[in-house]
């Protein structure tokens, strides 16, 4: 385990994982993450979390249990955000988070857990792997408009 403190998210992190966010993606999105924070604190409170180092936020995962999407009925655990400030990466904070995920998807009963990564995102994919995530038996599919 790292020197970080992972604890579920606040509505007190969204200014934090915007930080986080910029670093990564060179953008300001407050008005995105507010939603999507507040979204997963509504729908699964204890699921989503941030990794804490000397107080300081450091990284971020949201997700949530869902069942009956895509013709799968079981309780499915899924990461749909996350990311880790990259002075801190390679400590272990995302596999941190992403081992409290799990458990507290496990603990609502899910028995898999489920991301979507973009083909050009080659570190999120790399990172993913080395979780232990495969391969799913479903395909994304898309329609432009």
């Given at each position: ?17 915007c930080r986080i966010d910029e670093k990564i993606t060179?953008?300001?999105r407050p008005e995105a993450w ?112």
């Amino acid at each position: 385990m790292p020197d970080a403190k992972i604890r579920p998210v606040t509505e007190l992190d969204i200014e934090a994982i915007c930080r986080i966010d910029e670093k990564i993606t060179g953008k300001y999105r407050p008005e995105a993450w507010e939603d999507r924070v507040v979204y997963y604190i509504r729908r699964d409170p204890d699921s989503s979390q941030v990794a804490e180092r000397d107080g300081k936020v450091v990284g971020f995962m949201l997700g949530e249990v869902r069942g009956g999407e895509f013709g799968m009925e079981e309780p499915t655990g899924w990461v749909e955000f996350f990311g880790v400030d990259p002075a801190a990466r390679g400590g272990g904070v995302g596999r941190a988070l992403m081992d409290t995920l799990a458990s507290r998807f496990q603990a609502k009963v899910a028995h898999v857990v489920r991301t979507i990564v973009r083909a050009e995102d080659r570190e999120i994919a790399s990172f993913i792997r080395r979780m232990g995530f495969a391969p799913a038996p479903v395909t994304a599919l898309e329609k432009p408009l």
